[in-house]
């Protein structure tokens, strides 16, 4: 062999051994994988979470368990349908419904739990979908406080919202077209009907009721509260407190409508949710998340973040002019929070510029929007040891500004 055909043959004979030698999944082909900084390498910027669980700043941290169960479904085929079965049936038990379903988020369970109220096992309606102007039953009666960014979900379906305020009105309202009764727990103070007087009348005229409590855990409780009580369909978040997969959910319920709307659902086409695609590991993930999030020690969590908002309060305090203190939101993130508001005459410093500043320093911090002139701050997205920075960083705001 010529020395110019020795040197070409010795150049590329490592890479073919490599593909012929060397499996696709072998440890030493894994620990030859680069370890990128993606967040670094986009130029995003990262920030101590004093916001909550909003989608607009990626909600939660999926905990290492739910890494984990992630991690390891990615390396092996199931048949999606029965990883759904298994899955539900997994959910159903640890939230006391017959039935249960992993979704694309909330609003994708509430998208389906009425697809399948609306067709029922009916595969000629799950095509027709959101065409409902020849089905016998097509309107869901709500509240009108209950009425927002959500319900849109519902008619996304085609189903039409009828709006009451008293249960006057909602008894008048149900006639041979109310399909279904929706329920939206976050608003609940804000209605003339309560959860149970809404369910007693819903049960009834024997019209399927629907609840979203898409953030409403804590308490834990309430994953099977409502199941209890008697909903027909329950629609969880699971990318909130449960830390699963932001872009994951629980749809759960009576077994024929869970059923029902598993037909509009991924895998299956020719319905209205087949791009509501929610992956084999994100279905893992869901159920990780939901088992670690049960056996928790709630007392444990929640002294965790009393010890938290209280680093925070007590360092604010001290500057004058300041009030703060801990609340409890009745419903939705019902976790220890503060409530901080100041003298603007003796700190000259508006709660916009605070939110400016807190986010533009280092580290940056992102803190809600001012509710009447005072900064709510959340702690239970926040990470061990995060709490003493923010409680830092906001009284030096403070100081800086102070006349």
């Not at 959910?249 to 077994?255: E, Y």
Request: aromatic share 6%; proline share 4%; net charge neutral.
């Amino acid at each position: 062999m010529k020395r110019r055909e020795l040197i070409k043959y010795l150049s590329v004979a490592p890479l073919a051994g490599g593909l012929t030698a060397v499996p696709l999944n072998s440890a030493s082909a894994a620990s030859s994988i680069v370890k990128r900084d993606l967040i670094k390498e986009l130029g995003l910027r990262t920030f101590i979470n004093a916001y909550g669980v909003y989608t607009t700043h990626t909600a939660s941290l999926m905990a290492d368990e739910v890494l984990e169960a992630i991690n390891g479904a990615s390396r092996k085929y199931v048949l999606y349908n029965d990883l759904q079965d298994k899955v539900g049936e997994k959910i159903a038990a640890m939230c006391h419904a017959e039935a249960a379903m992993v979704t694309s988020g909330c609003w994708s369970a509430l998208v389906l739990g009425t697809a399948g109220i609306l067709t029922g096992m009916d595969k000629i309606k799950v095509a027709k979908l959101p065409d409902v102007t020849d089905f016998e039953r097509n309107e869901v009666i709500l509240q009108k406080t209950h009425s927002g960014s959500y319900d849109h979900a519902l008619s996304n379906t085609g189903i039409k919202r009828i709006f009451v305020e008293t249960a006057e009105e909602f008894e008048k309202a149900i006639n041979s077209k109310t399909a279904m009764t929706w329920f939206y727990n976050e608003a609940a103070p804000w209605g003339k009907i309560g959860h149970d007087e809404w369910l007693s009348i819903s049960k009834k005229h024997k019209i399927p009721a629907m609840v979203d409590i898409a953030a409403d855990v804590p308490p834990v409780e309430n994953l099977w509260k409502f199941n209890d009580m008697g909903y027909d369909v329950v629609c969880v978040s699971g990318g909130k407190a449960i830390r699963g997969p932001q872009s994951a959910g629980i749809l759960m319920g009576r077994k024929e409508i869970i059923a029902a709307a598993r037909l509009s659902a991924p895998p299956g086409g020719n319905n209205i949710g087949r791009g509501m695609k929610v992956n084999k590991e994100e279905v893992f993930g869901m159920y990780a998340a939901l088992d670690r999030f049960i056996n928790l020690d709630q007392g444990k969590e929640w002294q965790m973040w009393e010890d938290r908002a209280h680093v925070i309060l007590n360092a604010v305090k001290k500057v004058k002019g300041v009030q703060a203190e801990i609340f409890v939101p009745p419903i939705a993130n019902v976790t220890p929070t503060l409530r901080i508001s100041w003298d603007q005459s003796l700190i000259k410093l508006s709660t916009k510029e605070m939110t400016l500043n807190l986010r533009n320093g280092e580290p940056s911090i992102e803190a809600p929007k001012s509710i009447n002139d005072a900064m709510i701050l959340s702690v239970w997205m926040m990470q061990t040891g995060e709490e003493k920075i923010v409680a830092k960083r906001f009284t030096e705001e403070l100081i800086k500004a102070s006349v």
